[in-house]
């Protein structure tokens, strides 16, 4: 079955680096696409950015030029990189399979990993 | 970016009642929408895509409609299982945005 996992620090000084990494099994990289999702506590959910199926990424132009997003196929890895971290980048942290159908009618994610907590404190 | 905004939201009802929730788009987002359901110290969970297209594995009692700018959320007969917060997405316009979510809690 499908299954998403992140992984990572739960705390992380301000003005450093956040390194997640997201693991799937049950599905190819080659063909699916995978986005980061966060959520604050008890805040709502924000889209960070998506690597495709093909490789090529996109960002929340929000947070793009502090966010990188990049994976490993031979190891079904998905990687998050945000640097300058600031306090409100406190949230838990998603992965989900983001599928897309060609036409782009079907648009969801629908498969979740638990998500893991970062906390942005000295 | 495309804002979303979901009432209300706290909403209290009774088991076997019929729930609305609502979701209304700052401009037209052609009925891409979805909904998720969240569950306290859990992932959401997709429920509704495409507005009305009920995901597998899905209850019945959930439903979906909607156009233009306002979009709605049904549970036909409220269960004790459905205390969550309910979250609407769309993906019409880049990026994806959110609302802030319905939080929906027994009577």
């Known amino acids: 079955q499908v299954q998403l996992k992140e992984s990572g620090p739960g705390l992380v000084q301000p003005s450093q680096t956040l390194s997640l990494t997201c693991t799937v099994s049950?599905?190819?990289?080659?063909?699916?696409?995978v986005s980061w999702i966060r959520q604050p506590p008890g805040k709502g959910l924000e889209w960070m950015g998506v690597?495709?199926?093909?490789?090529?990424?996109d960002y929340n132009s929000a947070i793009k030029s502090r966010l990188s997003i990049s994976r490993d196929t031979s190891k079904s890895q998905v990687f998050l990189k945000m640097n300058s971290l600031q306090t409100e980048d406190t949230a838990m942290y998603f992965c989900?399979?983001?599928?897309?159908?060609?036409?782009?009618?079907?648009?969801?994610?629908?498969?979740w990993g638990q998500g893991v907590m970062v906390t942005v404190s000295s | 970016d495309i804002q979303m905004t979901q009432s209300p939201s706290l909403l209290s009802a009774s088991v076997g009642d019929r729930v609305t929730l609502s979701c209304k788009a700052s401009?037209?987002?052609?009925?891409?929408l979805n909904w998720y359901q969240q569950k306290l110290g859990e992932a959401p969970k997709l429920l509704i895509y495409?507005?009305?297209s009920l995901q597998t594995g899905i209850p019945s009692r959930f439903s979906g409609s909607g156009s233009g700018t306002d979009y709605t959320l049904t549970i036909s007969s409220l269960q004790p299982e459905d205390v969550a917060t309910y979250f609407c997405?769309?993906?019409?316009?880049?990026?994806?945005?959110f609302g802030a979510g319905t939080k929906l809690e027994l009577k």
């Open positions: 401009q037209n987002i052609y009925k891409y």
């Open positions: 495409y507005t009305n």
């Open positions: 690597i495709w199926s093909n490789g090529g990424t």
């Open positions: 997405q769309q993906y019409n316009s880049w990026p994806d945005t």
């Open positions: 989900a399979r983001k599928r897309v159908t060609t036409e782009g009618i079907l648009d969801y994610f629908d498969y």
């Open positions: 049950g599905l190819s990289l080659t063909s699916n696409s």
